[in-house]
């Protein structure tokens, strides 16, 4: 019997063994390693910045660059659409469209993985998970690939320690020999500043806060430079046009010292649609805004909104929030009849000014009529670090201590006939049914447009 007690245990010990072998292969494939869960994210969505001279102060390429920072990871990238958010993707997943082109924010489970690994210390894994390290074009390149012309602005000089400069720049001549259709553009300054001592952030690698450009006989308006803006990539059918012998012009420009004498230009990259192309909708840009902005001092949740009417139908295809330090959110809704129906909302961090474009089949398509109201949200408080002094009142102004609310959206006028086309093709790529709607497009629900020129009857694919 004593043997059997001592076979019986034996067993016991076994498969004692067994589960906790078990138990602890689980946790070894449950564990979240840089090489295996954070690398990915960080190559997809963090190192276009973090890495050696680009516009970050510190690098992520490498195990050894994220690991003295996992924990600060782990805060910003919590953050979510809040100022201070990593990355500075600021849009709120919860509410409106999601859907945009080049977006580089987290998803929740990304972001719980990131606290996991953070919390158990940021282990490295196994070096066979790491992903082939990204390859990146020089600082030199741009998003819209190499530019068919570039147009580079005269030099301003700012000293190390100087007041702010509004002001206008003379215009350069673009050199154009012949009418063309500008299919993108994006506008880069380059200074002297970068290799000299002082602030490694992005207000301090810079000078130029904002330029407001012109060119000469184009109709409508055209982007503003701003601060960490994206490239502007046009609706493919609504090409902007540059026309030959024209130049440009920048009639607002604001520069701010950024602790280092530094010389500085713009240069502004386009690309062009093919020679004979033209275009078939026109592009243009939509400001709402208002300047009846009152913040008072040590104030938080203070809101104000601006209103606006489409004259004709528009399909919206960029949303760009505007505002200024105190600013920490705004939110664009459109109400068409008795639907109200909010498009988007997002958070706001004045050190990035972000646009957000929509991919095709998500670009808001809003009736004549439609009635856009923005609303924006003000910090005028300690708690929020944009703030230079919260005991102030703030209220529109130039300045970044002052205040702004306005959204920037760029989009293109329809005819009657095009919106019915448009409306058509988003039921037939969205395979929606009678009575089905959309997100941004409160007629999708009808295979006929009522009230409109009869357009093609669209029958959902089977």
Same mark, same amino acid.
């Given at each position: 019997? @004593?043997?059997?007690?001592?076979?019986?245990?034996?067993?016991?010990?076994?498969?004692?063994?067994?589960?906790?072998?078990?138990?602890?292969?689980?946790?070894?494939?449950?564990?979240?390693?840089?090489?295996?869960?954070?690398?990915?994210?960080?190559?997809?969505?963090?190192?276009?910045?973090?890495?050696?001279?680009?516009?970050?102060?510190?690098?992520?390429?490498?195990?050894?660059?994220? @690991?003295?920072?996992?924990?600060?990871?782990?805060?910003?990238?919590? =953050?979510?659409?809040?100022?201070?958010?990593?990355?500075?993707?600021?849009?709120?997943?919860?509410?409106?469209? !999601?859907?945009?082109?080049?977006?580089?924010?987290?998803?929740?489970?990304?972001?719980?993985?990131?606290? @996991?690994?953070?919390?158990?210390?940021?282990?490295?894994?196994?070096?066979?998970?790491?992903?082939?390290?990204?390859?990146?074009?020089?600082?030199?390149?741009?998003?819209?690939?190499? %530019?068919?012309?570039?147009?580079?602005?005269?030099?301003?000089?700012?000293?190390?320690?100087?007041?702010?400069?509004?002001?206008?720049?003379?215009?350069?001549?673009?050199?154009?020999?012949?009418?063309?259709?500008?299919?993108?553009?994006?506008?880069?300054?380059?200074?002297?500043?970068?290799?000299?001592?002082?602030?490694?952030?992005?207000?301090?690698?810079?000078?130029? &806060?904002?330029?407001?450009?012109?060119?000469?006989?184009?109709?409508?308006?055209?982007?503003? &430079?701003?601060?960490?803006?994206?490239?502007?990539?046009?609706?493919?059918?609504?090409?902007?046009?540059?026309?030959?012998?024209?130049?440009?012009?920048?009639?607002?420009?604001?520069?701010?010292?950024?602790?280092?004498?530094?010389?500085?230009?713009?240069?502004? /990259?386009?690309?062009?649609?093919?020679?004979?192309?033209?275009?078939?909708?026109?592009?243009?840009?939509?400001?709402?805004?208002?300047?009846?902005?009152?913040?008072?001092?040590?104030?938080?949740?203070?809101?104000?909104?601006?209103?606006?009417?489409?004259?004709?139908?528009?399909? =919206?295809?960029?949303?760009?929030?505007?505002? &200024?330090?105190?600013?920490?959110?705004?939110?664009?809704?459109?109400?068409? /009849?008795?639907?109200?129906?909010? =498009?988007?909302?997002?958070?706001?961090?004045?050190?990035?000014?972000?646009?957000?474009?929509?991919?095709?089949?998500?670009?808001?398509?809003?009736?004549?009529?439609?009635?856009?109201?923005?609303? /924006?949200?003000?910090?005028?408080?300690?708690?929020?670090?944009?703030?230079?002094?919260?005991?102030?009142?703030?209220? =529109?102004? &130039?300045?970044?201590?002052?205040?702004?609310?306005?959204?920037?959206?760029?989009?293109?006028?329809?005819?009657?006939?095009?919106?019915? !086309?448009?409306?058509?093709?988003?039921?037939?790529?969205?395979?929606?049914?009678?009575?089905?709607?959309?997100?941004?497009? %409160?007629?999708?629900?009808?295979?006929?447009?009522?009230?409109?020129?009869?357009?093609?009857?669209?029958?959902?694919?089977?």
């Amino acid at each position: 019997m @004593r043997g059997l007690g001592i076979i019986a245990g034996m067993a016991l010990v076994c498969s004692a063994g067994i589960v906790l072998t078990a138990s602890s292969a689980r946790a070894q494939n449950n564990e979240v390693t840089f090489t295996k869960d954070i690398a990915p994210i960080l190559q997809r969505s963090c190192q276009s910045c973090h890495r050696p001279d680009s516009v970050a102060p510190m690098s992520l390429l490498t195990y050894e660059d994220a @690991r003295p920072f996992a924990k600060a990871i782990k805060e910003r990238t919590a =953050l979510r659409h809040r100022r201070g958010a990593m990355p500075p993707w600021f849009i709120e997943k919860e509410i409106g469209i !999601q859907n945009f082109k080049d977006d580089i924010s987290l998803t929740d489970a990304e972001i719980a993985r990131i606290a @996991r690994w953070a919390d158990a210390g940021a282990p490295r894994g196994n070096p066979a998970d790491l992903p082939p390290a990204r390859v990146f074009a020089d600082n030199a390149s741009w998003q819209i690939g190499t %530019p068919d012309l570039i147009v580079t602005s005269p030099a301003v000089e700012m000293k190390a320690i100087s007041p702010d400069y509004w002001g206008a720049l003379p215009a350069v001549p673009t050199g154009l020999s012949e009418d063309r259709y500008v299919a993108a553009m994006e506008i880069k300054e380059v200074n002297d500043s970068r290799n000299k001592p002082g602030r490694a952030t992005v207000g301090g690698l810079f000078v130029f &806060h904002h330029a407001i450009l012109n060119v000469s006989g184009s109709p409508g308006a055209w982007p503003v &430079h701003e601060v960490g803006r994206n490239a502007d990539i046009f609706d493919a059918q609504a090409g902007k046009l540059m026309r030959a012998g024209s130049t440009i012009s920048f009639p607002s420009v604001h520069l701010h010292a950024n602790g280092k004498e530094t010389t500085a230009k713009l240069q502004i /990259g386009f690309k062009f649609h093919p020679v004979g192309y033209k275009p078939q909708i026109q592009s243009t840009i939509i400001s709402i805004g208002t300047d009846d902005i009152d913040i008072p001092g040590g104030a938080s949740g203070i809101s104000q909104s601006a209103y606006m009417t489409l004259s004709q139908p528009t399909k =919206l295809t960029v949303f760009e929030p505007h505002m &200024h330090s105190t600013g920490v959110r705004m939110c664009l809704e459109a109400i068409y /009849g008795s639907q109200v129906e909010t =498009l988007n909302c997002s958070g706001y961090d004045h050190n990035w000014v972000k646009t957000y474009a929509y991919q095709e089949n998500a670009a808001p398509l809003l009736p004549r009529g439609t009635i856009l109201k923005v609303t /924006g949200y003000f910090d005028n408080t300690a708690a929020n670090k944009n703030v230079v002094d919260p005991r102030n009142w703030s209220g =529109l102004g &130039h300045r970044s201590i002052d205040n702004m609310l306005v959204m920037i959206a760029q989009g293109v006028n329809l005819s009657e006939e095009q919106f019915a !086309q448009e409306v058509a093709g988003r039921r037939t790529a969205l395979n929606l049914s009678e009575g089905q709607t959309a997100p941004g497009c %409160p007629l999708c629900a009808f295979a006929r447009i009522p009230g409109r020129p009869a357009g093609p009857a669209v029958r959902p694919q089977q």
